[in-house]
C-alpha cells in the first residue's frame, strides 16, 4: 500500500495536468478589443501563443483551465502596440553611440562628445540626435571645436532626422571631400570656401559610406538592446524601414534562436540588390518576420531644408530644397515593384516630393487596388493633391509626434498659409478612412502613448501649446488607438493575424496603469506600461 500511495498522487498530478486546456486566462481587466465593433470585453484566454475565446470571465473559466491565470485587478488592456514606421537597428545602434537629443546648445554636444572619447578610447566617435532648431541660435554648426579636440580622431555627429549630419576634418578627409564639391540630392556646406563640416541628405553617404560596419556580435547587441526598450514602452511589432537584404538572415536567425522575440515588419532600401534579393525570393514570411515591401526616399526633411516644396522656403531665399532621385528613377522602380507585386513606401515630406509620388503611385496603380502602397511622413500635402489618396487607395503613414517636435520652428521654413497644409491627420484619415501611425524612432521617442498623446492632444510634453496645434486635425482616441494597432497592422498586410484582441490572434497585449482611452488629456503623457506579452510570453514587467 506504501508504494501504491506515490504512484496514485503522480496519477493524479499526471490527470490534473491533462486536465488544462488553455495556458493563459486573463481576468478582472477591461480589455479593449479593438476589433470591427471596438467592443470591451473583461476576459480572455491564450493557448499556443493565440487568442482563444474573448468575453466574460465566469463563462471562460466554465469552460477554460488554464495554467497561469493573469489578475488584471480592474487595469486597461490593448493589443500589443505597433510602430509603423521606425527606424528599429537604426536605434539599436544609437543606443551605442553618443547620445545628443535635447541638448540645447553646440557647446553642450562638443561637451557630450568629450565624455564619451574618454570613455570609449579608440575607432570613430558616432553620434546621434542633435537639432539646431532646440537651441538658441538656430543655425546649423560648424567644426572647429571638433578639429581642435579631435585632430586626428574621426567624429561624425547625425542631425536628429538622419537627413545631416557634422562630421570634422580628420572624418572628411577620410571621405575626400572638398570645399566646392557638388553632389546631386544633397548639399556640402561652406562658408568663404572653407567647409562647415555639415553635410546634406545625398551628401552624407560619400561619408558614412567610410564608416566601418559594426561587428556580429555588435549588430546583435544593437537588435536585442532596441527590443529590450520597444517591449518597455509596450511595441510588439515594429517596421523598420529601409534595410539591406543582408539584415534579413541575421534578424531571422536571432528569433529562431529566442533572442528576438519583438515581431518585424521589414521593408528593403532602394539599391539594386535588394530588388534582385525580393524579386528572386519573394516574399519572405515568418511569425515574426514580415519581409514584402521597398522603402524610397523622395526627398529630405523640413529640418534640414532638404524638403521638397512647390515654392520657395519663407526662411531661405530662392530655396525649394530637391528631391533625392529623379521622377525617372520612381517611375521606374514603381514600375518593376508594381509588376511583381510588392509593396511600394516612400518617404515624402514636402508638397513638391508629395506630389510628385502621388502622381508616379497614380500613373501605376490606375484607380482603387489593394497593394497599399504607402507615402510615408505625407507631412506636407497640397490640398490640392490630397484627393490621390482615396483615387488609389494610397495610404499615408504619420508620425503625429513629428507635429508637435516641429510645430515651434515649422512656421519659419513654410509660413502660416503652407503651414496649414501640414500635419493634417484627419485630411488624411478621410481619404481611405484609416491611417497607421508610428514614431520614426529614433528620429523622436519610441512611446506609442506619446504618440497617442501627440494624436488625440496636439500638445508636447510640456503640455503646449495650451489649446493644441491645429487641432482641426487631431485624432479622436478610438481613432489613434485603432492608429497605433489594427490599423498599422493593416499597413502590414497583418491585419488578420495581429492588431486587435480576436480569437485566432497572436496573443500580443499591453497593460497599463491607466487608461488611455479614459484619463484625461494632461495625464496621458504619464501612463507607464505594466507589462508586455508576447504569444502569451510576458516579455516585459514594470519593476
Known amino acids: 500500500m506504501k508504494k501504491l500511495i506515490p504512484f496514485l498522487l503522480l496519477l493524479a ?29 473583461e476576459a480572455f484566454v491564450v493557448k499556443g501563443g493565440k487568442i482563444l475565446a474573448v468575453g466574460k470571465a465566469d463563462s471562460l473559466e466554465a469552460i477554460y ?12 488592456v490593448y493589443p500589443g502596440f505597433i510602430d509603423d514606421h521606425s527606424h528599429f537597428y537604426a ?4 543606443l551605442q553611440e553618443v547620445h545628443l537629443a535635447n541638448t540645447k546648445s553646440w557647446d553642450e554636444i562638443v561637451d557630450s562628445v568629450l565624455v564619451f572619447s574618454q570613455r570609449n578610447a579608440d575607432g570613430w566617435i558616432i553620434g546621434r540626435g542633435w537639432d539646431q532648431n532646440k537651441w538658441t541660435v538656430k543655425q546649423f554648426p560648424s567644426k572647429e571645436k571638433l578639429d581642435s579636440l579631435f585632430p586626428v580622431r574621426p567624429v561624425v555627429l547625425h542631425r536628429i532626422d538622419g537627413h545631416a549630419i557634422i562630421a570634422n576634418q580628420a572624418a572628411l578627409n577620410l571621405a575626400g571631400i572638398k570645399p566646392g564639391q557638388k553632389v546631386a540630392g544633397g548639399e556640402i556646406m561652406a562658408i568663404n570656401g572653407k567647409l562647415t563640416g555639415v553635410l546634406v541628405d545625398n551628401a552624407v553617404g560619400i561619408l558614412t559610406r567610410k564608416i566601418p560596419g559594426l561587428s556580429e556580435n555588435e549588430i546583435d547587441s544593437a537588435l536585442v538592446s532596441a527590443q529590450r526598450n520597444c517591449f518597455a514602452d509596450g511595441l510588439t511589432t515594429v517596421s523598420d524601414c529601409g534595410l539591406p537584404y543582408t539584415m534579413v538572415s541575421t534578424i531571422a536567425d536571432l528569433q529562431h534562436k529566442g533572442a528576438l522575440k519583438i515581431r518585424l515588419y521589414v521593408l528593403l532600401s532602394d539599391k539594386q540588390e535588394n530588388f534582385d534579393y525580393l524579386f528572386k525570393r519573394g516574399v519572405f514570411k515568418t511569425p515574426g518576420l514580415n519581409v514584402r515591401g ?19 522656403y519663407s526662411d531661405r531665399k530662392n530655396w525649394n530644397g530637391y528631391l533625392l532621385s529623379s521622377r525617372e528613377h520612381y517611375a ?22 508629395n506630389r510628385v509620388i502621388l502622381q508616379v503611385y497614380a500613373s501605376v496603380l490606375h484607380g482603387k487596388n489593394d497593394r497599399r502602397w504607402r507615402v510615408e511622413h505625407a507631412q506636407i500635402v497640397n490640398p490640392a493633391d490630397m484627393h490621390y489618396f482615396g483615387d488609389y487607395n494610397i495610404i499615408p503613414s504619420v508620425q503625429p509626434t513629428h507635429a508637435t517636435s516641429d ?8 509660413g502660416s498659409t503652407r503651414l496649414k497644409a501640414a500635419y493634417a491627420y484627419q485630411d488624411l484619415l478621410k481619404q481611405n478612412g484609416w491611417l497607421p501611425l508610428g514614431t520614426d524612432f529614433p528620429v523622436e521617442n519610441i512611446s506609442p502613448i506619446y504618440t497617442f498623446y501627440a494624436a488625440v492632444e496636439r500638445k508636447d510634453l510640456s503640455g503646449k501649446p495650451e489649446a493644441g496645434f491645429q487641432v482641426e486635425n487631431a485624432l479622436s482616441r478610438r481613432q489613434a488607438l485603432q492608429g497605433v494597432t489594427i490599423w498599422a497592422a493593416r499597413g502590414n498586410f497583418e491585419e488578420n493575424e495581429k492588431g486587435s484582441i480576436e480569437p485566432g490572434k497572436y496573443a500580443d497585449f499591453v497593460l497599463l496603469d491607466k487608461d488611455i482611452m479614459k484619463v484625461s488629456g494632461t495625464e496621458l503623457a504619464g501612463v507607464n506600461v505594466l507589462t508586455t506579452y508576447v504569444n502569451g510570453e510576458k516579455v516585459y514587467e514594470k519593476k
Open 294 to 312: 521597398f522603402k524610397l526616399y523622395a526627398d529630405g526633411a523640413l529640418g534640414s531644408r532638404g524638403a521638397c516644396l512647390l515654392q520657395p
Open 332 to 353: 521606374d522602380v514603381a514600375a518593376k515593384v508594381a509588376a511583381k507585386g510588392f509593396q511600394l513606401c516612400t518617404h515624402a515630406i514636402g508638397d513638391s516630393a
Open 13 to 41: 498530478l499526471a490527470c490534473k495536468k491533462q486536465a488544462y486546456n488553455a495556458d493563459l486566462l486573463v481576468k478582472n481587466a477591461l480589455v479593449y478589443t479593438v476589433d470591427k465593433n471596438f467592443s470591451v470585453a
Open 407 to 414: 510645430m515651434n520652428w515649422a512656421i519659419t521654413r513654410l
Open 65 to 76: 483551465t488554464a495554467k497561469e491565470v493573469l489578475d488584471a485587478q480592474g487595469k486597461a
Open 91 to 94: 536605434y539599436g545602434q544609437s
